[in-house]
């Protein structure tokens, strides 16, 4: 295992904390200031950034790459090839997949091993949430700072800051950065978030923050 050193805003390093009791690979590489904690396993190559928490029980596969501050919660299982943005949180006893069309075994009913079928990855962008027991069936992308419900099932990629729910998801709304529901400002295509103030413009189906448009502009 080898661990990432940046400082905190003293200079001084970050420590990394791993209890006796997860499984970690020698090779996988761990952010300085991550933690993970008790019987969780992270295996061979996998990538984790600053600052990260992999909580009880919780399974990063082989070659799994999370940015800085990611959160996976107890028992959640994100498996390869996964990549997380910086941000990233998977909620309790959620599931990134990565077969299409499972199978225990061949046609001809021998085991399948690693080389019978191809692993496709859950891609989860920057600030993204998986709620609670949702479901992410790969190959799918959550785009940016949007959020799954607890006990949603991922079918199809989801935009940057939609808010998706149920059993397929389906988008009922739009989230800001700080997580919550946006609501209406009374002008058509404008969206404000009640904690920040902030102002999002909606437009061709996509959503950015209102600051973010002018400047494009």
């Given amino acids: 295992m080898t661990a990432l050193s940046p400082t905190d805003t003293t200079g001084s390093p970050v420590t990394t904390r791993i209890v006796d009791s997860a499984d970690v690979a020698d090779s996988a590489s761990i952010g300085e200031g991550s933690s993970i904690w008790h019987l969780a396993q992270v295996r061979e190559d996998a990538v984790l950034g600053a600052g990260c928490v992999v909580g009880r029980g919780a399974y990063v596969g082989t070659g799994v790459r999370l940015g800085d501050h990611c959160k996976i919660q107890?028992?959640?299982?994100?498996?390869?090839?996964?990549?997380l943005g910086h941000g990233v949180f998977v909620g309790p006893a959620a599931v990134l997949t990565n077969d299409t069309f499972p199978r225990a075994v061949n046609p001809d009913g021998s085991l399948k091993a690693a080389d019978d079928w191809d692993a496709v990855g859950v891609t989860v962008r920057e600030g993204a949430s998986i709620g609670a027991r949702a479901v992410c069936v790969a190959p799918v992308t959550v785009g940016a700072w949007a959020t799954v419900a607890a006990g949603a099932v991922v079918t199809k990629d989801v935009a940057p800051h939609a808010l998706v729910v149920g059993v397929p998801a389906r988008q009922v709304g739009w989230v800001g950065h700080a997580g919550r529901p946006l609501e209406p400002t009374g002008?058509?295509?404008?969206?404000?978030?009640?904690?920040?103030?902030?102002t999002y413009v909606e437009s061709d189906g996509t959503l950015r923050r209102a600051d973010v448009e002018e400047e494009t502009s």
Avoid: K
């Fill in 74 to 83: 107890n028992y959640a299982l994100v498996y390869e090839p996964a990549e």
């Fill in 187 to 198: 002008t058509p295509g404008r969206w404000r978030c009640t904690q920040t103030g902030d």
